[in-house]
């Protein structure tokens, strides 16, 4: 359906500010007026209630990550593209121990966390790295939000968590970082995902973000009084000061050019981190009791080819857009 | 009796959780009757006036209204006193007064304004002074005594001019004075509208003064061992003739002279 | 008749009473039929079949992970919280609020603190409590307790203000203590009153409940509905709803039963909801 | 009058938001006396005898209790029956004659059990009888007629046995039959236990049968532009002599064979 | 003098009054500094000093993003839908509360699925309640409305059941058609106990504001408290709830001088809370 007003929504977390700042300066508004159409690009702070909104078909598109887009959107049916891969978790997902130790010396403990986020993948990626299984802990289901405050009772020995949680917990409590997402560069990705049928009917709101989005990084990338003013108030808007933001920023990868975007997304290993995710998402049952197995859901990559049942694909990297923004034919 | 009575009683029962209350009350009553209603207490006289009034149903038999079956709820034509006397605890003296009128003539808000309102004050003037309320106009109920509260019942219910008025011990509370100024005001009325009025009392006197007919409420039957096992009944009904009216007035002279010759 | 005075018949009240459940159904199922016919795998409002299906498989299939009946281990964990926190919710609102309906002294001290208590929103202090209380089921019952106590405490102290001045002072004249007036004049009277609290109480404790296990835990039902929220299944969130909600009308209704059993005199005149 | 007044009242007065009720009122009762107090509707009988309660405080003046100020609050050598006669609604009729003795002899707990309950319950059985209450005795208050409840409050009252019974209107919604057989119980139990009685009624009748001394309550002062202007007080004082007693008599016997000869 | 009958003075009064609010400052100071001491950056317990500062700065100073006085707008945000959300409430409580109370049929359609209704903690359905209201105002507005609904129409429809049988047939004797008995003798009757209900629905109020903006707001009082959550800044967040009571507590407080004023005949006996 072709149409012109489009809402695409996202949460705070530091890959996305970027979406909040090029709504408020503007940038937005600008390349929609150039396609010719309107985008409002609204924040929700509760991260699953927007995801869950754009699955309901309430916005046209929505940043999360590639785990909660598989899991949520595509196996409840709704086709959806990968815009803009814009990061991976670098370092911003972690895994605390408060007496200290080693990873494998986890064994045994309660590990609080968001059950089922990618913080329980993670888990599960670090246990392997040492040969331990999730049966040999205890997972604690722990809300995000409160995961600082509740780091400071006994009861807690560890927990796996993301930044600036994780940040927070290093700073102010006793604990030793024994695992985090560097050592497994390039899984856990942050994207802007659109409604692949929305985005087919209505290319120029595929051209608009992406066209803003890029903007966007450019500025941050430069060393302008412009880029700190907007630094500045990204860290406002989730809630930090720009010292607390720009250490958030350093365990992102953030992709700042369209070139380096393309270099990650074409990535074979990209077909392998979906793989794993996949079989995560199937052995917890995420998938849905009706999956007969990991490939339940089809995954298409930016070169046609597919994991998983090809008559089922859900998700799809679509790189299109992204290539237009390279060749600077937006 | 060649004119249909006003009011019908046929074979009327009437019980509690299982417990006889009245059984077999049977009685008619022509309209412009003034029926005064005597009986020891807890005998049923309350709850009769309650099932005249609709209040409650009977258990068996039936009440008849100009010759129909009575309906089967309140209605304005017949007013009531209750012997806990209730007026409208949010409404002052004088508000609880015109608002019958207020019912009638603004069947949307219910609510007089402006002018229409001032009139309708002004019209219970004289009701206030008769009833001895003027000075407490505009209290509430709970500011009042419970003589006043109960005059102020009983002008509420004379105000709708119903044609058949149930009276539950409406003088109980009120001293001699004031309890004569209400009889004049009561049969004033009585005569000019012929209402058909019950009312129960305590007070032999009033029903003798007041009253065309007295009804006594009593058990017929009566086992030592379950005195709750039957119900009360009309056991006697007297028309009120001159000789006992004249007995009646003596006793009263002898009553009345007393308290300024002691 | 008079509207006010027509009492539809015991068949009517029944057919009346289902009219809105079932528009309520119907609309579901209209709106859910509109979104399958769109998107077959649509997980916001899943066939009755597919919540099922979920449920039965929540009730009669052991969990891969530990082998539990999960709908059960749920309800088990959640309805012990709720208990646990509504009957010292119930203990402290009688014993606060019979002290500030009683001693003046007693109200002077309280009034305004549990006025200006009762008006914290305690989700926003969780952290607080969580330290304080740690991250047991202390805590989760502590978030009910405080969740729902204040609000009980000026429900039984102004009923308590309530009970007509005439009546304490009968009992006085009849040679009670204050303890004597308490227990067998005041206590009394706001015993169905402490019912009535603990009806009103249920939603609050329910809403309490589910946000403490959605902070911490790793059973019970809130937890359940917080956890596959992750993931949008709706074929288990919406009967999990259902069946909150239907544990908690029995347990209004059991309460309800309770206090016309065990205060009659309460319920001569008038009606109850 | 040697002796110690039990109770006397000095110079009291009493207004309500600014409107006097009561001005000067000046009183000495000796113990045993049996006061009736008559008056006007509305003039402050209830106020007056609240304020002996302790249920309400003199805007003015004291009230001395054998010599000494009352009691702020109301004690149990103080009975109270109130116009609006009020029982505890909880408890059946029973359980609310017992509970006097019950707050008696269990400090603790203020309830009695197994056969201290049963004795407690035993000894009300004559009172019962005689109150005629005996078929309810295990209904509840909401479930009895007003005279029924009436007759309830006075038991619960004189159960006590107080050094001082204020009665307000106690027998104003009892029948004649069984309000001569509350005269007798309440007779029986002063002339026992030399209560001092305040009661009242609007009944003359009554107030000459059962009192030595008739208060008479009324306004000295009267302004007709502002009938709140001023309070009532004692106007008369009488002492109740024989002759007036016999007039009585003479006025009973008349009344009371009407219902019989009509 | 018995304990029951013992009135403090005015002075007593004021002293008690401001003790339980003194011991609570002088136990937090205490924790405080314990922490603090311990170590001096922590964040569990700031000093009042900290508070001071952020509040002052929230209050004071502009913010970087956008140049608002952050305070200021949270709470102007917040209010606006907690008044907007109440004032609805308010209206359907009362008309579905009075339909309930006086009409029978309305009771047999209603009373059982309010029953129900009212047992639906609403924060489950969330996600049902967003996309049929969308992610603006309404839906918070409307979350206020679904969570605090139910409960206040129960509230007044036992109180318009409450209401003397006698007083009802008095009307109906005086003429009063089934409209009018409504709108002169249940109306004023159940208007005060619409107050105590919205007194008693503040705080859920409050608590479904807050859920709600936690999900989707970009300012308001809730939403504050909830960014600054994940860093755990509770020198922000202690103020701002002490502000939301603080606010919280003024309404209250107006509502009950409002029943005072508008409804004297139903004060005129015993005290109020
Ligand atoms: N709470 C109150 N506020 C204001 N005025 C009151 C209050 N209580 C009583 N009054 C007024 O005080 C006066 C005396 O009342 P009281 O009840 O003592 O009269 P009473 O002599 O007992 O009358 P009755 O014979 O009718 O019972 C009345 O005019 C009444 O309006
Ligand atoms: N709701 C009720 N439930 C059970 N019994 C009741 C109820 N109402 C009245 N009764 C019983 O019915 C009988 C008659 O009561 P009613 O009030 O009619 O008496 P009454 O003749 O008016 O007495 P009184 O002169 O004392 O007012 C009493 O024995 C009373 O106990
Ligand atoms: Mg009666
Ligand atoms: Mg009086």
């Known amino acids: 359906e072709v149409k012109t007003d489009f809402k695409v929504c996202w949460s705070i977390y530091a890959g996305w500010m970027p979406w909040g700042y090029l709504q408020d300066s503007g940038i937005m508004k600008k390349w929609a007026d150039k396609y010719g159409i309107n985008v409002e690009v609204v924040q929700l702070n509760d991260y699953i209630e927007s995801i869950n909104q754009y699955t309901a078909g309430e916005f046209d598109g929505c940043a999360m990550t590639n785990m909660d887009a598989l899991s949520i959107p595509a196996a409840g049916g709704v086709d959806t593209s990968v815009l803009i891969a814009g990061d991976y978790s670098n370092g911003n997902d972690g895994l605390i121990l408060k007496e200290g130790g080693d990873l494998a010396s986890v064994k045994g403990q309660n590990v609080n966390l968001v059950e089922l986020s990618v913080s329980h993948y993670f888990l599960a990626r670090a246990l392997e790295t040492v040969g331990l299984s999730e049966k040999d802990i205890t997972v604690v289901n722990t809300s995000d939000a409160d995961m600082v405050s509740v780091y400071g009772t006994p009861e807690i020995t560890a927990v796996a968590t993301w930044n600036p949680m994780l940040s927070e917990i290093l700073a102010n409590q006793k604990g030793e970082l024994v695992f985090d997402s560097s050592k497994i560069p390039g899984e856990i990705i942050d994207a802007m995902m659109i409604n692949t049928e929305t985005l087919k009917d209505n290319p120029a709101l595929g051209k608009a973000l992406v066209g803003a989005w890029f903007e966007t990084l450019s500025l941050m990338a430069s060393d302008t009084p412009e880029a700190m003013a907007a630094l500045e108030s990204m860290a406002a808007a989730s809630g930090t000061d720009l010292a607390g933001y720009k250490a958030q920023l350093a365990a992102t990868a953030l992709f700042h050019t369209p070139e380096k975007l393309l270099e ?18 199937y052995d917890h049952g995420i998938l849905g009791e009706g999956a007969p197995s990991p490939e339940f ?6 070169d046609g080819s597919v994991y998983g049942d090809k008559n089922n694909v859900k998700l799809r990297f679509d790189n299109s857009f992204v290539e237009m923004a390279a060749k600077g034919a937006l | 009796m ?7 009683v046929h074979d009327l029962f009437k019980e509690y959780d299982g417990a006889p209350v009245l059984e077999r009350v049977n009685i008619d009553v022509t309209e412009g009757a003034f029926c005064t209603i005597v009986g020891a207490s807890g005998c049923g006289k309350s709850t009769f006036l309650r099932m005249l009034l609709s209040q409650e149903q009977p258990s068996r ?12 709820e309140p209605t304005p034509d017949r007013g009531i006193v209750f012997q806990r006397y209730s007026v409208f605890p949010h409404l002052t003296v004088w508000q609880n007064l015109i608002l019958a009128k207020e019912f009638e003539q603004a069947p949307l808000t219910g609510r007089l304004f402006g002018s229409a309102r001032k009139k309708a004050r002004d019209e219970i003037g004289d009701l206030l002074e008769r009833i001895g309320l003027t000075p407490a106009t505009d209290r509430y109920p709970a500011q009042l005594s419970g ?15 119903p044609k058949i008025l149930l009276l539950d011990e409406p003088f109980g509370a009120l001293d001699p004075g004031i309890r004569l100024d209400m009889h004049e005001l009561l049969l004033g009325l009585w005569r000019e509208l012929s209402m058909t009025i019950f009312m129960v009392t305590h007070d032999i006197n009033e029903a003798f003064k007041l009253g065309t ?5 009593d058990k017929v039957r009566h086992d030592p061992q379950a005195p709750e096992a039957y119900g009360a009944t009309i056991t006697y009904d007297l028309p009120v003739d001159k000789t006992a009216r004249q007995k009646k007035e003596l006793a009263e002279t002898l009553l009345h002279d007393r308290p300024d010759s002691a | 008749m008079k509207l006010i005075n027509r009492k539809p018949s015991r068949r009517l009240t029944i057919f009346l009473g289902l009219l809105p459940f079932a528009a309520l159904l119907a609309t579901y199922l209209i709106a859910s039929d509109m979104r399958l016919a769109v998107n077959p795998s649509d997980k916001l409002l899943p066939s009755f079949q597919t919540m099922a299906d979920t449920m039965s498989r929540m009730a009669f299939e052991p969990d891969k992970r530990n082998g539990d009946y999960l709908l059960w281990t749920d309800t088990a964990a959640s309805l012990y919280r709720l208990f646990a926190g509504l009957a010292i919710s119930a203990v402290l609102a009688l014993v606060i609020g019979l002290a500030m309906g009683v001693l003046p002294v007693a109200r002077a001290f309280f009034a305004q603190f549990t006025a200006a208590f009762s008006l914290i929103p305690p989700i926003t202090v969780l952290p607080i409590l969580f330290i304080t209380l740690g991250l047991g089921e ?25 009970i007509p001045r005439e009546l304490v002072i009968k009992a006085e004249t009849l040679g009670a203590s204050s303890w004597q007036i308490t227990t067998r004049l005041y206590l009394p009277h706001i015993l169905p009153n402490l019912v009535v609290a603990l009806r009103l109480g249920l939603v609050p404790a329910w809403i309490f409940l589910i946000s403490a296990e959605a902070i911490a835990s790793t059973e019970g039902l809130g937890y359940r509905i917080f956890l596959v929220r992750r993931y949008m299944a709706m074929d288990l969130i919406l009967p999990y709803v259902a069946w909150i909600t239907l544990l908690a009308f029995v347990l209004d209704r059991l309460l309800l039963i309770l206090s016309k059993r065990a205060f009659s005199w309460n ?4 009606d109850s909801l």
């Open chain 1, 264 to 281: 990650f997304t074409t990535d074979p290993k990209l077909k392998q981190t979906m793989k794993f995710v996949a079989e995560f998402l």
């Open chain 1, 297 to 302: 859901v089809g995954v298409e990559f930016p």
């Open chain 2, 147 to 161: 003589g006043m509260q109960q005059r102020l019942a009983i002008a509420q219910a004379l105000v709708k001019r």
């Open chain 3, 267 to 270: 319920h001569l005149e008038g």
């Open chain 3, 138 to 162: 202390a805590a989760k019952i502590g978030l009910i307790i405080v969740g729902t106590t204040p609000a009980m405490i000026r429900t039984l102290a102004q009923s308590a203000l309530d």
């Open chain 2, 213 to 217: 007919r007295l009804l006594v409420f």
């Open chain 2, 61 to 72: 038999g039936e009440i008849l209204l100009d010759g129909a079956p009575l309906p089967e």
């Open chain 2, 2 to 8: 060649s004119r249909q009575p006003k009011l019908s």
